[in-house]
């Protein structure tokens, strides 16, 4: 980390970049409790993974649209998850 070449605007941007990362982790954790499986084989627990990724995805999705009709703009679109 001493070497020159990282900077610290690279590391803000890496920072950022990551964060949409740990916050879906958060979401997919807590809210929709995504480590407590239902499925017994590895097929039915990725089906499920799966399904709750697109209920995170609907969600946000759903949040921009409406984020964007209150502020009365397409700015608060930015398709981050």
Known sequence: MLDERYTIDALKEVYHARWGIQELYKISKNMIVVDDFHG?????VKQEL????????????????????????????????
Do not use: P, Q
């Open 40 to 44: 017994r084989s590895e097929r039915t």
């Open 50 to 81: 799966f399904a709750h990724f697109v209920l995170i995805t609907m969600s946000r999705l759903c949040t921009n649209e409406s984020a964007t009709r209150r502020n009365g703009s397409e700015t608060n679109n930015t398709g981050k998850l």
